[in-house]
């Protein structure tokens, strides 16, 4: 019998179609085939139910649909479940908000948690904002972010100031650009860890939690140590992962998502995002003082 693990999984099914229309994203307005969504449902629903099963380990889950999974039951349902499970530390999903949010009331709040990206231009701003605080009013874990492009700043300066003070708001930079030092100044204001976000980070041969103790899994169960490394690590229902799980140096000469990135034991991440490493929630958004609205850590 194995030992017991604590185990962050990064799972990403055949879900590929999203009901927006951003420009910086290769899925925008795709849809999937009737074949495909049943496909994508018919492996969520078995991830989930293996997930219930392991009892005998500390799980924690990030869905990161390539789509927008919230507009799909199946997600819903999976978030639901899964935060009712007491082996289940955490379970988030990154989405554009799009959805209703009536079904969290059936979820445990202690366990579910949102990662929330704001898209100006393909939703209406007060939508959005009346959504992030129907989930703060419901006391929902989540954060907000945006993606650092010039004609996004606006946006986010007046996203900043409506919501809660608690609230992180996280800047992506945007991929390929490059900032200047007084463009990245003014992102900063509002994010004060853009830094991280601004440039890839080095990490060839430098240790990395991915493929010890946090893993990447696809619709058929394949193991990956992460999402930007494609060599098997086993499969998660046969239980072949188990074994090769251990430390090991990153492969890759850069790493510049944070998904990636937030794992890699040469930044201090885990240390900036404890109890939030998952949804993107900085422990000190959690604290009394909050997230400074200046832009400062206080």
């Known amino acids: 019998m194995s030992a017991p ?14 009901d927006y229309d951003c420009p910086y994203c290769p899925f925008a307005k795709r849809r999937d085939s009737t074949e495909r969504l049943r496909a994508d449902r018919a492996a969520l629903e078995r991830f989930t139910g293996w997930a219930g099963r392991q009892s005998g380990d500390r799980l924690s889950v990030l869905f990161t649909p390539w789509g927008e999974g919230l507009v799909r039951s199946w997600y819903r349902g999976a978030l ?7 082996h289940v530390g955490r379970v988030a999903i990154q989405t554009n908000l799009s959805c209703r949010t009536d079904w969290l009331a059936d979820a445990d709040l202690g366990t579910v948690a949102l990662w929330c990206t704001y898209h100006p231009g393909q939703t209406p701003y007060e939508r959005f904002l009346a959504k992030a605080h129907r989930l703060a009013g419901l006391g929902v ?24 003070g608690h609230v992180y708001l996280w800047v992506n930079a945007a991929e390929g650009r490059t900032y200047t030092d007084e463009e990245a100044g003014l ?66 000469a ?3 998502c944070h998904i990636g990135y937030v794992h890699l034991e040469t930044l201090p991440l885990y240390d900036v995002f404890a109890g939030g490493v998952l949804e993107r929630v900085p422990a000190a958004a959690s604290g009394s003082g909050g997230l400074g609205r200046a832009g400062g850590l206080r």
């Open 80 to 86: 639901v479940a899964l935060s009712h499970q007491p």
């Open 141 to 164: 874990r989540f954060s907000v972010g945006i993606v650092g492009l010039p004609e996004h700043l606006d946006d986010a300066r007046r996203l900043r100031a409506a919501l809660p």
């Open 5 to 18: 693990m604590d185990l962050t999984i990064l799972y990403r099914g055949p879900l590929a179609s999203c």
């Open 187 to 252: 992102w900063t204001a509002l994010d004060p860890l853009f830094p991280y976000s601004r440039h890839p980070h080095r990490s060839a041969g430098l240790p990395c939690r991915t493929g010890e103790s946090v893993i990447s899994v696809d619709g058929d169960g394949t193991v990956r140590r992460c999402h930007f490394v494609r060599a098997e690590l086993g499969n998660l229902y046969d239980g072949s992962y188990r074994a090769a799980l251990s430390p090991r140096p990153c492969p890759l």
């Open 254 to 256: 850069v790493c510049d």
